[in-house]
Each structure stands twice: as C-alpha cells, then as structure tokens.
C-alpha cells in the first residue's frame, strides 16, 4: 500500500529535478528579454539537389510508395473515373467526405457519401469504408501528404478513423520539393496533420502493424491539371 506515495513522490522530485535545471539555465536572462530577441539562423538548404517539377513529382511517387502507399497518377479530368474505380475495387458502399470536395469527383461513384459534420459520432464513422480527401500540400523528399482541415479535407478525425483514405494533391501547385518548402506556405495556426504512408507502428517483436493509429490502406492520386473546375 505504500508503494503508491512512494513512485507518486519519485515522479514529483524527478519533475522538480528538471525544472530546477531550467530554473537555473534561465537565472542570467533579464526578465525583458524575448525569444525574438535573438533570431535563430536558418542557413540550411531548402532542397537537397535542384530538380525539375517533372522530377520533383516523380520522387514524391517514389517515395510515397516506398513507404507502402499506392499511387496512382490522371489528368483532372480523369479523376471522377479513377475515383469510382478505386472505390468499386476496394468494395466500398459508405464514403465520408469534406463538406466542400468537388461534387463531380464522385458523381459517377455508386456509393453513398456522408458530409463531415460535427453531429456524426465516432460510431457512425467507424461504420464508413472509405474517405476521399484533397490536401494542403504534399513533400516530395519525405514522401508526406500534408492536410490542414481545409474545405477540401475536412476535420481531422474522418481521415484517421476510416480503413481506407484516398487523398488527391494537385500536380501543378501543391507539390514541394522540401519540409522548409512546405513551411513556408503552411499556416502555423492550422491543425496540420502529416501522413506519410498508412499508419503503421510495432509490435513487442518489431512486427509491422498497420491501421492501429489511422487508414490502414492509404492512396494518394496525383492529378495534372486543376479537378476544381467544372
């Protein structure tokens, strides 16, 4: 029974053994002094290597793949047809969607969509087979599709609790070569959630698990041209 206080009072003193060293670390900063104060240098490259958008594209597949997500590639007016495919393939009947996608995306898709709202409960959206998303942007040297609960991609929770994600990135704007690329044009005060493959973790034994901390089956579709036009 005593053993209880006893870690409770180890984690306190480890706690206060901690702060106690930030403590001291700051005991010469005037109390005026501001992070801004001292801006930090960021001379590092923003790409590895120069490349051609053509390249730069090509890698993100690449690299996409490498870490097991499947990538299909269309021209903008090709992407209702694929959608449908994919979906059809995959047995899909119940798909989740932004409240803004393009609605000719999945107007030749047989499936019943269900708009992203507050009011639909974690159950109804574990009962759902597929969402179709688009993205913020996408980093071709990580491999990473980046999504910011824009119009087109919806709140977080509908691409992390459906088994199957599709997610659309525009070829002509939305691919970047590098993480301070993408930086640079993300808004910090976004909720940005970076997939880079489906979600995967380990086991005791280092057994790849995945669909443990979102779609276990994630494909991302690279489409040339603009599918927000009619």
């Given at each position: 029974m005593s053993s209880g206080p006893s870690r409770a009072s180890g984690r306190e003193s480890g706690r206060e053994r901690i702060l106690g060293r930030v403590r001291r670390a700051l005991a010469d900063v005037p109390a005026s002094e501001q992070p801004g104060h001292h801006p930090v240098t960021r001379d590092y490259a923003a790409q590895h290597?120069?490349?051609?958008?053509?390249?730069?594209?090509?890698?993100?597949?690449?690299?996409?793949?490498?870490?097991?997500?499947r990538v299909h590639r269309t021209e903008a007016a090709g992407?209702?047809?694929l959608l449908a495919r994919l979906l059809s393939e995959r047995g899909a009947s119940q798909v989740v969607v932004p409240p803004s996608l393009p609605d000719g995306w999945l107007a030749s898709a047989p499936v019943r969509l269900v708009r992203d709202s507050p009011a639909l409960t974690t159950r109804e959206l574990d009962s759902i087979d597929s969402v179709v998303t688009g993205c913020a942007l996408a980093v071709a040297e990580t491999g990473?599709?980046?999504?910011?609960?824009?119009?087109?991609q919806g709140s977080r929770r509908i691409t992390l609790v459906p088994d199957h994600h599709l997610c659309v990135v525009r070829t002509d704007d939305q691919v970047v070569s590098s993480v301070?690329?993408?930086?640079?044009?993300?808004?910090?005060?976004?909720?940005?959630?970076?997939?880079?493959?489906?979600?995967?973790?380990?086991?005791?034994?280092?057994?790849?698990?995945?669909?443990v901390h979102g779609p276990r089956?994630?494909?991302?579709?690279?489409v040339a041209g603009d599918p927000r036009e009619p």
């Open positions: 290597g120069e490349r051609t958008h053509a390249a730069t594209i090509d890698l993100l597949a690449e690299n996409l793949a490498d870490y097991r997500a992407l209702p047809a990473t599709v980046v999504l910011d609960a824009g119009p087109d301070p690329q993408a930086l640079r044009r993300l808004a910090p005060a976004r909720p940005l959630t970076w997939i880079s493959g489906p979600s995967a973790t380990s086991d005791i034994e280092l057994e790849r698990v995945e669909g089956t994630l494909e991302v579709i690279l």
